[in-house]
């Protein structure tokens, strides 16, 4: 509970038995962490980076605010590779975001190194989980294998966490492409260790002990109604009839949360409309709610199994403006039809001060209706709702009726700009991937009623894609989700080298089911494993839900700010930092160490063990089924990517009269323009096509060290 977190926490003593982190106190953060995305980051690096800060915000107290000249912060930059600092250096410290770097699990997982975790394989008691293959890892990288003694890290209470978001992935550092470095005592875990998807729940447990959360920033309220007081909700008592709280024992009456898992739970609320009159209505209403933001997501899985006519009506009750809650504002409503298995549903509200939200069930035709309105694992969020939400039904048997390639198209969602779009499902991946047993995900535009209007070809827009874990509890929720944005660099040559992002009706092929163009699609062959799918709740219901949005990043082309204070070099700003700690609250004994004459004499020792100890942690080599570094495809105009040992390789298109050079085959060269050169016959053009060859080949190197 998190009362018992909190017990722990008062006694800094006790604090370290309870997470696997750095036990180093004065490597511990105050929030909100001040950030700079700089200016060297891809513009989707910099859109994952804020898709992962406001993961943190809805599952722990851990928050971030831009810099503004503080003492210390992140700066987040492009180098090589994925990398992080252990721990608050108190000096402003980079954290790498590198190529292939951009996607919301991999930053998390440095933004935990920052906040003070190692990785999971680092425990000082992993030998007992886990077998470490010493030859096989790359010559010079051992060191990513080390483990550390109590007096750095401590893991005491703790169970060693395969799960975790911190672990290696099986292939990590190694030597021979198909050969292990690192594997699991207990063979089953062995497709869990390194997995990419989000915190698991043991992360999130230590993350919370170590910095003492109760609270997150960004959730509002949940229900399961697993339990008799139905999260403090009530029932209206100016309506005609009630909802119940009811357990499912039935084959079709399950309800969402257990999908009839478990004996003796798997609770729902319901209302009868098969009894009644019509437009007879019941009212279950929450408590009230006090929001920080100004926007919130209402996310609740729900079944209509009676009459079409039946409606489910969200409303929510405002303050009237003199402190009481009653002013009743209807904000969405929802319609029975033929489907009767459970539906997500998402209703966006604005409230900006206290609130309840309520749903209104009514009668629409008690005569012809057998059944009712279900309503399960209910979530508030103060985040932005999914614009696309696309149901998969019967994903069992869809897996069933179709081979690698075939593909399900799915409904046309509308930006909050009106561009019209969509995602491709390849239940078994795409053609072009040698993995069997993965599903593939890919986006593309389809023309709407706004293209008139809007501005084409649609660049800097983040497209994210998400496979939804149904966990009821949204903060045990391990997602995958993948993000790129949209680029003048994303040209095809199956439309003469125009930007595939360009307007649908030109550049698109007719699609007959939804009487739309639709644009290339891109994406990935490969996003997760069907093993995968089965472990967690991804396929729940037999549903597979998928979220898709896109939104306009170019305000995030420019972030960059100069750090306006030297790093800390002197003793004087030393103090300045202590001061600002102290001030914001901090009373523990921890802090007062720096308190004590002669704590400045003590930091180069303490500096001197960080850089021996917890200097920056690299990560590389992700699970295949997570990236696929030719996925997607990095390569320009038409190049071809090859993946050396895990890292992409661009073969470059070459034509008649030009040809395409570069990292990404990004500039073309014409050959015109040295033509001059090759005035003098077959000399010259063997000159100029050694040249060519060189440049091939002088770049692989180059290309396997990002
Ligand atoms: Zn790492």
């Known amino acids: 509970s998190p009362a018992a977190g909190l017990d722990l926490f008062e006694g800094d003593i006790l604090?370290?038995?309870?997470?696997?982190?750095?036990?180093?106190?004065?490597?511990?953060?105050?929030?909100?962490?001040?950030?700079?995305?700089?200016?060297?980051?891809?513009?989707?690096?910099?859109?994952?980076?804020?898709?992962?800060?406001?993961?943190?915000?809805?599952?722990?107290?851990?928050?971030?605010?831009?810099y503004e000249g503080e003492e210390t912060y992140i700066i987040f930059q492009e180098f090589n590779g994925c990398w992080s600092m252990v721990g608050d250096q108190q000096t402003g410290q980079n954290l790498s975001i590198g190529r292939g770097c951009d996607y919301k699990a991999i930053v998390e997982h440095e933004i935990l190194h920052a906040l003070g975790f190692y990785h999971e394989q680092s425990r000082s008691d992993r030998d007992e989980y886990v077998?470490?293959?010493?030859?096989?890892?790359?010559?010079g990288y051992g060191h990513n294998f080390n483990t550390y003694n109590d007096s750095i890290i401590t893991d005491l209470n703790n169970p060693y966490d395969y799960e975790s978001l911190m672990h290696y992935a099986p292939f990590s550092f190694n030597k021979n492409e198909n050969v292990p470095t690192i594997t699991a005592k207990i063979p089953a875990f062995d497709d869990i260790i390194g997995q990419r998807l989000d915190f698991s729940t043991i992360d999130l447990e230590r993350l919370n002990r170590m910095y003492n959360c109760t609270a997150t920033h960004t959730l509002l309220d949940q229900c399961t109604f697993e339990n008799l007081n139905i999260c403090g909700m009530i029932?209206?008592?100016?309506?005609?009839?009630?909802?119940?709280?009811?357990?499912?024992?039935?084959?079709?009456?399950?309800?969402?949360?257990?999908?009839?898992?478990?004996?003796?739970?798997?609770?729902?609320?319901?209302?009868?409309?098969?009894?009644?009159k019509t437009e007879e209505a019941a009212l279950l209403e929450s408590r009230i709610l006090y929001p920080k933001r100004k926007q919130q997501c209402l996310q609740f899985y729900y079944k209509m199994t009676g009459s079409p006519l039946d409606r489910l009506i969200v409303w929510v009750k405002r303050d009237d403006s003199t402190g009481n809650?009653?002013?009743?504002?209807?904000?969405?409503?929802?319609?029975?039809?033929?489907?009767?298995?459970?539906?997500?549903?998402?209703?966006?509200?604005?409230?900006?001060?206290?609130?309840?939200?309520?749903?209104?069930?009514?009668?629409?035709?008690?005569?012809?209706?057998?059944?009712?309105?279900?309503?399960?694992?209910?979530?508030?969020?103060?985040?932005?709702?999914?614009?696309?939400?696309?149901?998969?039904?019967?994903?069992?048997?869809?897996?069933?009726?179709?081979?690698?390639?075939?593909?399900?198209?799915?409904?046309?969602?509308?930006?909050?700009?009106?561009?019209?779009?969509?995602?491709?499902?390849?239940?078994?991946?795409?053609?072009?991937?040698?993995?069997?047993?993965?599903?593939?995900?890919?986006?593309?535009?389809?023309s709407g009623e706004n293209d008139a209007i809007l501005e084409w070809p649609v660049e800097n827009r983040q497209a994210i894609m998400t496979i939804v874990d149904n966990d009821p509890d949204v903060i045990q929720r391990m997602s995958s989700s993948m993000v790129f944005t949209t680029s003048k660099d994303h040209t095809s040559?199956?439309?003469?080298?125009?930007?595939?992002?360009?307007?649908?009706?030109?550049?698109?092929?007719?699609?007959?089911?939804?009487?739309?163009?639709?644009?290339?699609s891109f994406g990935w062959s490969t996003i997760i494993s069907h093993k995968q799918l089965q472990k967690r709740s991804f396929v729940k219901d037999d549903t597979l839900v998928i979220f898709v949005d896109f939104e306009d990043i170019t305000h995030l082309k420019k972030t960059e700010v100069p750090v306006t204070r030297a790093r800390r070099s002197s003793s004087g700003l030393i103090l300045q930092s202590h001061e600002l700690r102290t001030s914001q609250e901090d009373s523990r004994t921890v802090t007062s160490e720096e308190d004590q004459p002669g704590s400045l004499d003590a930091r180069p020792q303490r500096h001197k063990r960080s850089v021996e100890n917890t200097g920056p942690l690299e990560d590389h080599n992700w699970p295949q089924y997570f990236r696929d570094p030719c996925e997607p495809n990095p390569c320009q105009n038409e190049g071809i990517c090859v993946n050396v040992k895990g890292m992409a390789s661009c073969r470059c298109a070459s034509g008649h009269a030009f040809f395409y050079t570069g990292e990404r085959c990004q500039a073309m060269q014409v050959h015109g323009s040295i033509l001059g050169m090759m005035i003098g016959g077959a000399a010259g053009t063997i000159v100029l096509s050694t040249a060519f060859i060189y440049m091939l080949s002088k770049r692989m190197p180059s290309q396997a060290d990002f």
């Open 325 to 446: 809650v009653r002013k009743l504002v209807k904000i969405d409503t929802f319609q029975g039809d033929n489907d009767y298995g459970w539906k997500i549903g998402h209703v966006t509200l604005r409230e900006e001060v206290k609130f309840c939200y309520l749903f209104q069930g009514t009668r629409g035709d008690p005569q012809n209706s057998n059944g009712g309105i279900f309503l399960d694992d209910i979530t508030l969020t103060e985040t932005p709702c999914p614009r696309g939400v696309w149901m998969v039904r019967n994903f069992s048997q869809v897996l069933q009726s179709t081979a690698k390639g075939d593909m399900l198209l799915s409904p046309r969602f509308y930006s909050s700009e009106g561009y019209g779009y969509g995602v491709t499902l390849y239940p078994h991946g795409r053609n072009s991937t040698s993995l069997s047993g993965y599903v593939g995900l890919t986006f593309q535009l389809y």
């Open 493 to 520: 040559s199956a439309i003469n080298n125009s930007n595939i992002w360009d307007r649908p009706s030109i550049v698109g092929t007719y699609e007959k089911s939804c009487d739309c163009y639709r644009s290339i």
């Open 15 to 66: 604090l370290p038995k309870n997470q696997n982190g750095l036990r180093d106190p004065t490597r511990r953060w105050t929030f909100p962490i001040p950030y700079i995305l700089a200016d060297n980051l891809g513009l989707n690096a910099k859109g994952a980076i804020l898709y992962a800060f406001e993961m943190f915000r809805l599952k722990s107290c851990v928050d971030f605010k831009p």
């Open 131 to 139: 077998n470490i293959w010493w030859d096989e890892i790359i010559s």
């Open 235 to 276: 029932q209206g008592t100016r309506d005609d009839a009630d909802w119940t709280h009811e357990r499912g024992d039935s084959p079709g009456q399950e309800d969402h949360t257990l999908v009839g898992q478990c004996k003796e739970a798997g609770y729902f609320m319901h209302f009868n409309t098969s009894s009644g």
